[in-house]
């Protein structure tokens, strides 16, 4: 009966302690609370919310139920980073090698996520012989040698998390603040990083669509790494068209490796300025954001990042020439041109229709176990404010050839492309800085 | 995923057609939507609640999915009676001859409900070789023949009912207006009668102890059952103090005997006058509740309901000479008297309390399949605004002779008394009368 006066309690509004929230939480991952229970008692989330202190006891249940990842032979101040997912999102591939070339330190577990293109773990799966699966060990040695590593999250991290989410899933409780923000956290904090930033993305490509939602979302998270006595950062990042250009696997990280060498998209330079800067700043590196941004964006210019890129392939078993010859990437098997239909500027590119356009193309993979083409993506030739050309290519398909695929992705990626008279600015890149100490504006 | 598309669409405060919750009732009794979405989708609606026309769709496709009991053959406006349940309630006992002793027709299938006390089924059963349970030939023959029978309930009405019920139960869903309304009015339009008089109990005993609770319900199911053609009445009454004297089951049917003979309780003959004025009045049989009143209380005095009682006995196989001799009738091993411990007035009897005590005295049954003591029950000897004395016994218990009962049973009864230094009145015994027309305030 327990089970059932918390569902009730819930229900009615009333707070839970820390032990009947584990009691659920626990209950569910043996198997002692049926799914039909746990489906009433989302749901009462859902329309109830959490408190804070509600929320912290929900992620610290989640990190319980799991293996927690013990980094304490790293030496330093380990960062995290993670964003709550867009289009097109090469961050990763060039914020962790930037921020241990500056000084910070880079401990990442990325997942292999289903949406519209793959996971930070397909991207470097394109590398020939990048290896994302070692012993903790290996792992550690390689981060205190380079300073940066990035390997595949088990799957046993944060266990009742996957549980949960599958429930979720299907009962119509996945978009809720508390439980989206305890799910992003217990995975964060099982994995043991000492600091965190977090991109919230806000805009038609993103999950939390509405900027109060991200706010919602991002004091939340924010609240829940500093009520366990981590540094969490939370940034509200637009994302109302792609970010940078590459959307895919391989693509991306040559997106990646452009970037790194001083030839990328201002969107993606811009914001991986910011986003490592804030690391920097949290590890105590360096003294204000403005440093941060400096030092980030020195770096890019020196080819340190890109170096220290190098150094992290060589490390986990890849090839590193692919960074002087992304030709070693995996290539698609044909390239085809999407014309413009009308001439004038690009006013906007709807995010999600162009990450739909590469799940169609074939970047995502249908199921957990279909093996993904990783040559496949999408490159944007043109983005908001762009001048365009009638007939002129406004993007490139990479593709397998197959027709069904290429037909239904042009058509969906011309969709996504609204082309008028108007010379627009691109759009609102940054919004707000969310820490501890409050909300800031950001321009 | 059509099932989870509609659980969101009631989660975010959408109406949902006819066709949607048929395809969720449906689904759900033929098990292609598992329990947890059920028990997801019955927490939206316990947050959204349904408009009058959902909960009408909802009624119907509960009606749908189990056996409709067809009544044609009876001849005549057939009406029923139901009570949403309270302590003591010996009601259709006593209102059932009475009604049709004044020229209403009542052909009432009754529940063999899990509860403080067993259900009428249960009472009828103490009267020696009753049957209940016949081909619905046979019961329709005796309501044209007599003009009133009771029978068991088969489960197969409202099938639906009884799944979503069990699941309601474990995920603290019960307390739901539209939920609460369309179980008790998909079994009363399924059982077939032609207008339905309902009894809502409010007060401590009541499952609605709110009164604004108890008159959105009574809406509620006046709503459905006008929607669907059925005259219906809501009667909103009180719970505060046991009804009558009796609980129990051989108890109740004495107690009805007594009542049919000009020897009842205030409170009940009042409540089985205003029910019966009510369910005339919706038959066409008086033109006014005072002239309804009236001639219920006439057929108390000439004692024609009690002769009824005695046909109804008897068309059911049952032995009618229990109306003479109720001696016939199960009688406990031992009559314990429970004594005052102060002198004063009754001013509250708690009648959850009460209903608690007959059931450690075992007059329920702990499950469906446990048989019941029919001979244990409670008779109070006082009732509030009585005069007390120190050691006068307020009640009897009706008990098998188990002490491990007896003692908790004894203890639980005298909590329920309080005696004070206050000559109260009774407790407020109507409040409104509900019905397409309108909340009429009852005196």
């Given at each position: 009966?327990?089970?059932?006066?918390?569902?009730?309690?819930k229900?009615?509004g009333i707070e839970l302690s820390r032990?009947e929230i584990?009691?659920m939480?626990?209950?569910?991952?043996?198997?002692?609370?049926?799914?039909?229970?746990?489906?009433?008692f989302l749901?009462t989330i859902y329309f109830r919310g959490m408190s804070p202190r509600e929320c912290v006891e929900l992620t610290?249940a989640?990190?319980?139920?799991?293996?927690?990842?013990?980094?304490?032979?790293?030496?330093?101040?380990?960062?995290?980073?993670?964003?709550?997912?867009?289009?097109?999102?090469?961050?990763?591939?060039?914020?962790?090698?930037?921020?241990?070339?500056?000084?910070?330190?880079?401990?990442?577990?990325?997942?292999?996520?289903?949406?519209?293109?793959?996971?930070?773990?397909?991207?470097?799966?394109?590398?020939?012989?990048?290896?994302?699966?070692?012993?903790?060990?290996?792992?550690?040695?390689?981060?205190?040698?380079?300073?940066?590593?990035?390997?595949?999250?088990?799957?046993?991290?944060?266990?009742?998390?996957?549980?949960?989410?599958?429930?979720?899933?299907?009962?119509?409780?996945?978009?809720s603040i508390p439980l989206i923000a305890s799910?992003?956290m217990?995975?964060?904090?099982?994995?043991?990083?000492?600091?965190?930033?977090?991109?919230?993305?806000?805009?038609?490509?993103?999950?939390?669509?509405?900027?109060?939602?991200?706010?919602k979302l991002?004091r939340t998270?924010?609240d829940i790494?500093?009520g366990?006595?981590?540094?969490?950062?939370?940034?509200?990042?637009?994302?109302?068209?792609?970010?940078?250009?590459?959307?895919?696997?391989?693509?991306?990280?040559?997106?990646?490796?452009?970037?790194?060498?001083?030839?990328?998209?201002?969107?993606?330079?811009?914001?991986?300025?910011?986003?490592?800067?804030?690391?920097?700043?949290?590890?105590?590196?360096?003294?204000?954001?403005?440093?941060?941004?400096?030092?980030?964006?020195?770096?890019?210019?020196?080819?340190?990042?890109?170096?220290?890129?190098?150094?992290?392939?060589?490390?986990?078993?890849?090839?590193?020439?692919?960074?002087?010859?992304?030709?070693?990437?995996?290539?698609?098997?044909?390239?085809?041109?999407?014309?413009?239909?009308?001439?004038?500027?690009?006013?906007?590119?709807?995010?999600?229709?162009?990450?739909?356009?590469?799940?169609?193309?074939?970047?995502?993979?249908?199921?957990?176990?279909?093996?993904?083409?990783?040559?496949?993506?999408?490159?944007?030739?043109?983005?908001?404010?762009?001048?365009?050309?009638?007939?002129?290519?406004?993007?490139?398909?990479?593709?397998?050839?197959?027709?069904?695929?290429?037909?239904?992705?042009?058509?969906?990626?011309?969709?996504?492309?609204?082309?008028?008279?108007?010379?627009?600015?691109?759009?609102?890149?940054?919004?707000?800085?969310?820490?501890?100490?409050?909300?800031?504006?950001?321009?």
């Amino acid at each position: 009966m327990k089970t059932y006066e918390l569902i009730k309690k819930k229900r009615d509004g009333i707070e839970l302690s820390r032990d009947e929230i584990g009691y659920m939480i626990n209950g569910f991952v043996k198997g002692d609370i049926p799914d039909y229970q746990m489906a009433a008692f989302l749901m009462t989330i859902y329309f109830r919310g959490m408190s804070p202190r509600e929320c912290v006891e929900l992620t610290m249940a989640m990190v319980d139920s799991g293996v927690k990842v013990d980094l304490s032979g790293i030496r330093g101040f380990k960062v995290d980073k993670h964003s709550t997912g867009g289009v097109g999102d090469t961050t990763t591939l060039v914020l962790a090698p930037l921020v241990a070339a500056s000084g910070g330190i880079v401990a990442k577990m990325t997942g292999r996520e289903l949406g519209h293109t793959g996971g930070t773990v397909d991207k470097l799966l394109s590398i020939p012989d990048m290896n994302v699966d070692m012993p903790k060990e290996k792992f550690v040695e390689i981060v205190n040698h380079v300073h940066v590593g990035l390997i595949a999250q088990t799957a046993s991290l944060a266990h009742a998390d996957k549980h949960l989410y599958a429930l979720r899933n299907v009962t119509a409780t996945v978009d809720s603040i508390p439980l989206i923000a305890s799910s992003i956290m217990s995975k964060k904090l099982a994995g043991g990083s000492d600091g965190i930033v977090l991109d919230i993305k806000t805009g038609v490509g993103a999950f939390t669509q509405q900027y109060e939602d991200a706010l919602k979302l991002a004091r939340t998270m924010v609240d829940i790494g500093e009520g366990v006595g981590k540094k969490v950062v939370g940034l509200i990042t637009g994302m109302e068209q792609p970010l940078g250009k590459a959307i895919g696997n391989a693509i991306e990280v040559q997106e990646a490796i452009d970037t790194l060498s001083g030839k990328g998209p201002a969107d993606l330079v811009d914001l991986v300025a910011e986003l490592g800067a804030n690391m920097l700043l949290i590890s105590g590196v360096v003294a204000s954001r403005d440093e941060g941004i400096n030092l980030v964006k020195h770096n890019i210019q020196t080819r340190r990042g890109l170096e220290k890129l190098g150094e992290l392939i060589e490390a986990q078993g890849g090839n590193r020439e692919v960074i002087e010859n992304p030709g070693l990437l995996p290539q698609p098997r044909v390239k085809i041109e999407v014309e413009a239909a009308c001439s004038g500027y690009v006013e906007k590119i709807n995010a999600l229709d162009v990450g739909l356009a590469s799940k169609i193309l074939g970047a995502g993979g249908k199921t957990k176990d279909e093996p993904i083409d990783l040559s496949i993506g999408i490159y944007l030739n043109k983005k908001v404010g762009d001048p365009v050309r009638k007939g002129e290519p406004v993007a490139v398909l990479y593709s397998d050839g197959d027709k069904n695929k290429i037909n239904p992705a042009r058509e969906r990626l011309l969709n996504a492309y609204i082309i008028g008279p108007a010379r627009l600015d691109p759009p609102r890149l940054f919004y707000a800085r969310v820490s501890k100490e409050g909300v800031e504006e950001l321009q």
